[in-house]
């Protein structure tokens, strides 16, 4: 530690500090909290080897230390040796990220012998909703509705993430040199909040370009 | 892997579609955009946030009722009204090594427009020259109704 200089142990600690707070680390230190104060009434605060065998047993400390990054974005030699042995699928995957702006890109087996363009739908802002007329013609006079879609009965349930198939929905579909993918749905709301990402593999060496995915991407056609 | 200098010249651009399914279970489309990525080459550790504005093709529709007579209007592919922004996150993966400037990029983007427009200028010269030589093919030509030039939605695929 000696070796270290001051400011790098200052950027240390600064990066510490944002991986927990983008673990949600808070939140379930705050359940565990709540958790032991109504069963021990009368025990007054709680133990820090209590609350840290708690974490352990809700594996908290298992799925923070997963996300944790080394160095620059290569994987590491068991993940290369995955994609390897995994090449009949295509490179690229659907990400999905737990928070709004950082990129976790820990679950994704991909080539990294070649440029890759990540893009990230994060939210949406002011949608008027009032864009999608429909027509109906009805014999002789012709009658239009402009459908207000964020007005709407949306679906109980988490923000973004309707499941009830009577909500209305939107989508995005992508389509980059040959390669389509789609988000999954997510709620009609003038805020909607969509946050999925996609890898888009950019260029293809020769040498590499050999394995035909076209049987695994008809999924992804619109 | 890719250098700089190759990622500069793939001029595809990234083609986002918005849709909306609606309680039916019915499709539409709201709208489409393409996106082009490579400012992101120029931003600090390839990374970049950008702002998207997408504009609706929805066909938006008027009409009203006078004496039993209705009068319909249809606006087609021009009427881009506002649907709404997306804030999207933009990155290289690996990183370049250097990035280029936004110079270059500039003059690679004008260039790339100067040559499309060149090429719709031409097209244009061969249609209106095979126009010209159909009409003196025979006399009939003339009153014969010919419609050489449709368009389409997404007036982009032109381009593409």
């Known amino acids: ?34 958790e032991y104060s109504q069963r021990h009434p009368n025990s007054g605060p709680i133990s820090r080897d209590h609350l840290i065998r708690e974490l352990k047993n ?34 690229v995957s659907t990400v999905d990220t737990d928070q709004l702006v950082s990129v976790p890109l820990e679950q994704v087996n991909f080539d990294a012998n070649r440029r890759h363009l990540y893009l990230q739908f994060l939210n949406g802002k002011a949608f008027t909703g009032k864009n999608n007329a429909q027509k109906f013609c009805l014999f002789f006079y012709f009658e239009i509705e402009i459908l207000d879609y964020l007005n709407e009965p949306q679906s109980e349930g988490y923000p973004g993430y309707s ?36 890898l888009l593999e950019l260029h293809k060496d020769k040498q590499q370009g050999k394995i035909n995915f076209t049987s695994n991407k008809k999924k992804y056609f619109i | 892997m890719a250098d700089s200098e190759t990622l500069l010249s793939i001029c595809d651009r990234v083609h986002i579609v918005l849709t909306r399914k609606d309680t039916l279970g019915e499709i539409h489309l709201v709208s489409s955009h393409f996106l082009e990525w490579r400012q992101v080459l120029c931003a600090p550790a390839n990374k970049t946030n950008r702002i998207l504005e997408l504009n609706g093709i929805g066909n938006l529709s008027f009409s009203f009722s006078y004496k039993r007579i209705s009068i319909f209007f249809c606006l087609g592919a021009e009427n881009k009204l506002p649907v709404g922004v997306i804030n999207v996150c933009l990155q290289i993966i690996p990183p370049l090594n250097e990035n280029i400037s936004e110079d270059i990029l500039a003059a690679q983007l004008d260039l790339e427009h100067t040559k499309s427009t060149e090429r719709e200028r031409l097209f244009l010269i061969y249609a209106k020259q095979w126009w010209k030589e159909y009409l003196e093919i025979r006399e009939e030509h003339r009153t014969r109704l010919v419609k050489i030039f449709g368009q389409v939605i997404f007036i982009e695929y032109f381009h593409s």
């Open chain 1, 58 to 91: 809700r594996g908290a400390v298992d799925s923070m230390m997963q996300n944790i990054q080394f160095g620059t974005q290569q994987p590491s030699p068991r993940q290369r040796q995955k994609s390897l042995t995994t090449t009949t699928r295509p490179t």
């Open chain 1, 163 to 198: 499941s009830s198939s009577l909500a209305s929905s939107f989508s995005i579909s992508i389509l980059f040199r040959n390669q389509r993918f789609r988000t999954r749905p997510f709620a009609c709301a003038g805020e909607p909040y969509i946050n999925q990402g996609f």
């Open chain 1, 1 to 34: 530690m000696a070796s270290v200089a001051p400011d790098k142990i200052l950027e240390i600690k600064q990066l510490i500090s944002n991986h927990l707070s983008q673990s949600d680390i808070n939140n379930t230190i705050r359940d565990v909290l709540a």
